[in-house]
């Protein structure tokens, strides 16, 4: 027999590739953190010795969910701005509230709340855009998730940065240092490029050309953005950004609630990836993503949170039924098109999709197990229907990263759920000032 470090059988295996299959008694060959078969299990059981067996016996086992758009540290906001008025980027009572906090405690406890939450919900690959990166990139690395960090651009000085110069020098000085790390990628990720100078958008242009990294970027996000890009360049945001030379395949646009019929032709001939975010889109009034369009044009289309929910399985539901409504058309995004956004599009839009997004021999062994066997999946006609339409976060038993058990029958194996909890909570307390260690003194 041939040895395996690890082989996991389960009631149905949906590989996402090819699109729409489901496997039944399937299982999945791990060897060195990568899928050696994909196979049934009876054969499985002939042909493979494995270090570690895991029976799934009720169980759908997918690729993790790829969140293409987060704010993991934003996690510490949840609920403190609730019903926000919202104009160019981030609702005015949370700007204020982190930008008096932010630090790299901050960051730290809330990107760790944030993969608590991600894991939990079969998430296994994150892209982040948030200020003191190497605090998150550390906190992946000790948690084990997969993540695609951005290297933030602002004029505006923070507690990361003095500027765009020092944002750069810090962001390209951190990924020179992690860009061999087989769990981390990075992103540049300017905020709010329409506010910025030309020059500076050339400047972020090239510099992903020579490192060739994507870009990161929330666009044709709100009425107020096209607005303002009207006023300053007397074009609309994606017009003004093509003249530059932004709109390519290493493009990331993420929200994109308000693209013409013409841009979004042009943004399928540029190969641009578009990261849609229903559930923050709905919250924040931003509009509706015109995704049914979006994907008869041949665009590229992944899911994202932003900064506080982290379950995918919910946006992956609420993207499917939005695209219904909105189109009025109840075949418009099938179960299967919405998982595929929700892993393998992921995956590509973060230029991974040959490493993850999908359970091919090759890939990196990221799974995550969803117990059916639950009164809101029964009876259970159609397990990727089911998923899709009726499955929680609650139901998200193991996860895996590389072939290592991040989350086994709903316990975390790599981070402290309470301590993480507790530190959280000190965030909270009214009346604290800048740090957790000033609200207990």
């Not at 609630?257 to 979004?264: F, G, N, Y």
Request: contains cysteine; charged residues 20%.
């Amino acid at each position: 027999m041939t040895p395996a470090d690890l082989v996991i059988h389960a009631r149905w295996v949906i590989p996402v590739e090819p699109e729409g299959a489901i496997l039944e008694q399937h299982a999945i060959v791990v060897r060195d953190g990568r899928i050696l078969a994909l196979l049934p299990s009876a054969e499985a059981r002939r042909q493979y010795h494995a270090h570690t067996g895991v029976e799934l016996p009720d169980h759908v086992l997918i690729p993790g969910f790829v969140n293409a758009h987060t704010h993991t540290a934003m996690s510490l906001l949840r609920g403190a701005a609730e019903d926000p008025s919202l104009t160019l980027s981030l609702p005015e009572p949370a700007w204020t509230t982190q930008s008096r906090w932010m630090s790299a405690e901050f960051a730290r406890d809330g990107s760790e709340l944030a993969m608590v939450r991600m894991l939990r919900s079969g998430t296994t690959c994150f892209n982040d855009m948030y200020f003191f990166p190497d605090v998150t990139a550390e906190a992946a690395q000790r948690c084990g998730l997969r993540a695609c960090l951005g290297m933030i651009v602002t004029e505006a000085p923070s507690a990361w940065a003095g500027g765009a110069r020092e944002y750069l020098a810090k962001g390209t000085a951190l990924r020179d240092r992690h860009k061999d790390e087989p769990l981390l990628s990075f992103a540049f990720a300017p905020i709010a490029p329409c506010t910025m100078a030309a020059s500076r958008l050339q400047e972020i242009r090239t510099l992903a050309d020579e490192l060739d990294v994507p870009v990161h970027a929330e666009l044709n996000a709100t009425a107020a953005e096209i607005q303002l890009s009207l006023q300053q360049h007397a074009q609309r945001p994606l017009a003004h950004l093509a003249a530059l030379g932004w709109l390519t395949s290493n493009l990331i646009a993420v929200y994109m609630t308000l693209p013409t019929d013409s841009e979004i032709a042009g943004l399928a001939r540029a190969g641009v990836q578009v990261v849609h975010c229903p559930e923050s889109s709905l919250r924040l009034a931003r509009g509706f993503c015109p995704l049914a369009k979006l994907l008869a044009a041949g665009v590229n289309v992944a899911l994202g949170t932003g900064g506080s929910a982290f379950d995918m399985l919910a946006e992956m539901r609420c993207g499917a039924l939005l695209a219904k409504a909105v189109v009025g058309d109840a075949a418009a995004v099938p179960p299967a098109s919405a998982l595929r956004m929700a892993t393998l599009n992921g995956a590509r839009a973060l230029g991974l999709d040959q490493a993850t997004g999908s359970l091919l021999p090759g890939k990196w062994a990221d799974l995550a197990a969803v117990d059916m066997n639950v009164p809101e999946c029964q009876p259970l006609y159609d397990p990727l229907s089911q998923l899709v339409y009726g499955a929680s976060r609650r139901q998200v038993s193991d996860v895996w990263v590389a072939g290592r058990q991040l989350l086994r029958a709903g316990a975390l194996t790599t981070l402290d759920q309470d301590a993480i909890l507790a530190r959280a909570a000190r965030w909270q307390e009214p009346g604290r000032s800048a740090t957790p260690e000033a609200a207990s003194a």
